[in-house]
Antibody, heavy 120, light 107 residues
Framework: EVQLLESGGVLIQPGGSLRLSCAASGFTFSSYAMSWVRQAPGKGLEWVSYISVTGDTTHYADSVKGRFTISRDNSKNTLYLQMSNLRPDDTAVYYC?????????????WGQGTMVTVSS | SYELTQPPSVSVSPGQTASITCSGDKLGDKYVSWYQQRPGQSPVLLISQDTRRPSGIPERFSGSNSGNTATLTISGTQAMDEADYYCQAWGNGPNYVFGTGTKVTVL
């Protein structure tokens, strides 16, 4: 069974740093580009970041550019999101997702999400 | 930046048809996907590439996309379809913008 399991979400003070992880299982992780998508409480979905299969291409939403870094370790089947200089508006559930596992041009596999709360 | 606009809410009676629109500049030139999200759950893909329904998604869900508007149609709406729905556009480059979201209420 294809699974994505996020972890690392906590309550953290503004200006702090945090690393989220997404453990993949049930498929060949190294064959798929990955993304992070977040959802603030009571709000809609927001794409955050993308990383290519090899990790040599990354993209970020303007709202996190320069503060967040996406990476992956294909030997550990794990995706990461390093978050720094966190702000209260970064408070959200963070999902990792695959685009194109079953269906092209769509996020077709999602994790269960991990909650990040930025507050003093 | 590119924006996708959806109506905040849509109400429908059981057994009737619900239509959810998603508007964006030249949206018909892009691929649109649709997601359903029930409270406390992760999003689920309903429609990809404007009209494709993944395996396991009921036939009552269908999509279209033309001009500046994409539409998700739920035919024969059931109580279990009460959820939030999001469109998403896939254009040139990794700008995976989501729509504003629509809450569907089955009265």
């Amino acid at each position: 069974e294809v699974q994505l399991l996020e972890s690392g979400g906590v309550l953290i003070q503004p200006g702090g740093s945090l690393r989220l992880s997404c453990a993949a299982s049930g498929f060949t992780f190294s064959s798929y580009a990955m993304s992070w998508v977040r959802q603030a409480p009571g709000k809609g979905l927001e794409w955050v970041s993308y990383i290519s299969v090899t990790g040599d291409t990354t993209h970020y939403a303007d709202s996190v550019k320069g503060r967040f870094t996406i990476s992956r370790d294909n030997s550990k089947n794990t995706l990461y999101l390093q978050m720094s200089n966190l702000r209260p508006d970064d408070t959200a559930v963070y999902y990792c997702a695959i685009a194109g596992y079953y269906e092209n041009y769509a996020f077709d596999i999602w994790g269960q999400g991990t909650m990040v709360t930025v507050s003093s | 930046s590119y924006e996708l606009t959806q109506p905040p809410s849509v109400s429908v009676s059981p057994g009737q048809t619900a239509s959810i629109t998603c508007s964006g500049d030249k949206l018909g030139d892009k691929y649109v996907s649709w997601y359903q999200q029930r409270p406390g759950q992760s999003p689920v893909l309903l429609i990809s590439q404007d009209t494709r329904r993944p395996s396991g998604i009921p036939e009552r869900f269908s999509g279209s996309n033309s001009g500046n508007t994409a539409t998700l149609t739920i035919s024969g709406t059931q109580a279990m379809d009460e959820a939030d729905y999001y469109c998403q556009a896939w254009g040139n480059g990794p700008n995976y913008v989501f729509g504003t979201g629509t809450k569907v209420t089955v009265l």
